[in-house]
């Protein structure tokens, strides 16, 4: 296998894989997201009632606890990313890398793929734990097949645009603090003032193609289909990769053409 990767990659694979085994935070928060996903996922399994053909989401209320710990793990994701790029600049890390392996290219390729790496194991995690437990606590009270399979895979696909738009994002502002203030402050207080805004003005459209939206609309497949606020699933796709892509070709041209 590791002839398929460019031999330069490598050193600057494993140092960043040190980096996320070596760490104590990382392994806390991803033990952190596993075990919330477990809490979550047992209350509402237990709780919920069947589910109701009108209502929402329209996998069933019993599979709200797997959507929030979805939401949480690309939350994670997002600030994982950008507490690694962002501190590299903090300690001087990319730049003592850069002396050893002078390709930007294959140092932002390798950061990229190694933060996508490990959230995209931890997702898969919160996936396992929380399909297990709604088939054991919660049969009936859900659809298995459909809309279901579809927010697995859409929230595979969330944790990892969020991973390198967080990673994309402390190497644009180049300080793990400010990125992480930054991703806060959108998701938390601008996004939702857009929405609020946008909402009373009719432009539910300019919503839609806000990150944020897109994610539910990826996640969440099938539900909110009447909302004008919220793409339908494909369109919704298609905008959160394009916010993923547009952030990640920012971050990589900044390193490639300026200092470290």
Request: overall charge positive; charged content about 10%; proline content about 5%.
């Amino acid at each position: 296998m590791t002839d398929l990767i460019p031999a330069d990659l490598l050193p600057a694979a494993h140092s960043e894989i040190r980096r996320v085994v070596g760490l104590r935070w990382p392994r806390v928060l991803a033990v952190a997201l596993i075990a919330g996903a477990g809490v979550v996922n047992i209350g509402f399994a237990v709780t919920a009632g069947h589910a109701d053909p009108k209502g929402q989401p329209a996998t069933g209320t019993a599979t709200i606890g797997l959507y929030l710990a979805l939401a949480a793990t690309a939350l994670a994701a997002a600030i994982f990313g950008a507490l690694g790029s962002g501190g590299e600049y903090r300690y001087g890390t990319l730049a003592t890398a850069a002396q050893f392996i002078p390709n930007r290219d294959r140092l932002v390729t390798a950061k990229f793929a190694v933060t996508v790496g490990a959230a995209l194991a931890v997702a898969a995690l919160v996936e396992v734990i929380g399909g297990g437990l709604l088939l054991g606590l919660g049969r009936g009270k859900f659809p298995v097949w459909g809309n279901l399979i579809g927010a697995f895979g859409g929230g595979l696909l969330a944790v990892v645009c969020w991973a390198v738009i967080g990673t994309a994002l402390g190497m644009l502002v180049r300080t793990a603090s400010g990125a992480v203030t930054m991703l806060l402050g959108w998701l938390v207080v601008v996004e939702p003032l857009v929405w609020l805004v946008a909402g009373k003005a009719g432009a539910g459209g300019v919503v839609a193609l806000l990150p944020g939206s897109a994610t539910i609309g990826t996640v969440a497949v099938g539900s909110f289909a009447k909302s004008p606020l919220i793409a339908p699933t494909p369109a919704a796709i298609v905008v959160l990769v394009c916010w993923a892509a547009a952030m990640a070709t920012g971050a990589w041209w900044t390193v490639r053409r300026g200092e470290m």
